[in-house]
């Protein structure tokens, strides 16, 4: 069984920073898709950041030019730098990677950001 621990999320004012975290107990590099997503009050969980592959990353529009997703092999952590934060951004971030046919999900990790 593959688990994820997430940390970093907290409290934070509009045009902050906080950085995600996403450990895998085992290796990443076993993982065929890495994400994260978010569930925002009143709405489903959508898709925020992830990799395609070993590169190739994708962003939805709301938080291109304001995050990055990154990946540490070695440590075995995917990692969400968020910058320019917005009180739209508040919600649960949940990472998810994929290995085969399974899904595992982080516990998920609360942001608020205030006005």
């Known amino acids: 069984q593959v688990e994820l621990v997430e940390s970093g999320g907290g409290f934070v004012q509009a045009g902050g920073s906080l950085r995600l975290s996403c450990t895998a107990s085992?290796?990443?590099?076993?993982?065929?898709?890495m994400a994260w997503y978010r569930q925002t009050p009143g709405n489903q969980r959508e898709l925020v950041a992830g990799f395609i592959g070993d590169i190739r990353r994708e962003y939805t529009d709301v938080v291109k030019g304001r995050f990055t997703i990154s990946r540490d092999n070695a440590k075995k952590t995917m990692y969400l730098q968020m910058s320019s934060l917005k009180p739209e951004d508040t919600g649960v971030y949940y990472c998810?990677?994929?290995?085969?046919?399974?899904?595992?999900w982080g516990q998920g990790t609360q942001v608020t950001v205030s006005s």
């Open positions: 998810k990677m994929m290995r085969g046919r399974s899904d595992y």
């Open positions: 085992i290796s990443i590099l076993t993982m065929s898709y």
